[in-house]
């Protein structure tokens, strides 16, 4: 078994284009490609405890989280193109065929893919991957309050569905343990925020056939008044739209919390 120091060395010219790519689509580096990175971390696991090629799926999952990164500038790539893209990047870096071969075997198997596809989920539930998503939403306009809310609510939503979520035993299996974690940190926020005077409901929420859970806050950051509460269907996601506004002062924030993938059943036997 190759270890995590030996992978990033080996890899380091991977790993280095991940941030390349980042910089390259956001104009700076940061955490999208801590993410990726943290991402391949997690197949390399989940692939040791499933008898895969781990390291195969290590160099996959970088590659898919370079191309997701690249999608937000040229849009959609189809799953036959990624795997090409894949192709022509490992060649193009100087790898051996051997290696290229490896990870094509990784996305032709459907139990190997799948996990390349759940490890972008695996690290969302972790610390970085939360702080990740307060810090896309706030990159999007969110003040920082309402970053927090869609954060806490996306990842509670997360955690309640990884059964849907993740498809195979192995990423279930690490999901829980970095759910259990998670979700104490996340707790501990609401309560911090309710000590200092601004305080959470934690709210489930039924959307269409599945459970969503909304974190919403009772009184007004600024005056300490009692919030209005404008609900409506996000034309984003499906899911729900809030507004919440103070009739004091005036302060108003929204928050957006969208409903988990429907659960898909292929590659659950590994």
Not at 103 to 108: G, L, Q
Request: proline share 4%; hydrophobic share 40%.
């Amino acid at each position: 078994m190759t270890s995590v120091s030996d992978l990033l060395s080996k890899y380091r010219g991977l790993v280095e284009s991940l941030g390349g790519v980042e910089e390259q689509v956001f104009g700076q580096r940061g955490v999208f490609s801590i993410h990726g990175l943290l991402a391949g971390l997690y197949a390399y696991n989940a692939g040791l405890r499933a008898g895969l090629d781990a390291e195969a799926l290590f160099v996959a999952t970088l590659l898919n989280e370079a191309t997701r990164l690249l999608e937000r500038r040229i849009g959609d790539v189809c799953p036959r193109r990624r795997g090409e893209l894949f192709v022509e990047a490992l060649r193009g870096a100087g790898y051996p065929e051997e290696l290229v071969e490896r990870v094509k075997r990784v996305i032709d198997d459907p139990v190997a893919a799948r996990i390349v596809v759940d490890a972008a989920s695996l690290a969302k539930l972790t610390l970085l991957g939360f702080v990740g998503l307060v810090y896309s939403r706030i990159a999007r306009g969110s003040d920082l309050l309402a970053g927090f809310l869609e954060a806490v609510s996306r990842e509670l939503t997360a955690m309640l569905n990884l059964g849907c979520l993740l498809g195979t035993n192995a990423t279930r299996e690490l999901g829980e343990k970095l759910a259990e974690q998670l979700s104490e940190t996340i707790l501990w926020g609401v309560r911090s925020l309710g000590e200092l005077g601004v305080p959470i409901r934690l709210a489930k929420k039924r959307v269409g056939s599945r459970i969503v859970v909304v974190a919403e806050p009772r009184h007004c950051p600024r005056c300490g008044h009692e919030l209005e509460t404008v609900e409506e269907t996000s034309t984003e996601c499906g899911g729900i739209r809030k507004t919440y506004r103070c009739p004091r002062c005036g302060w108003e924030m929204r928050v957006t919390v969208c409903p988990p993938p429907p659960c898909r059943q292929e590659g659950r036997q590994a």
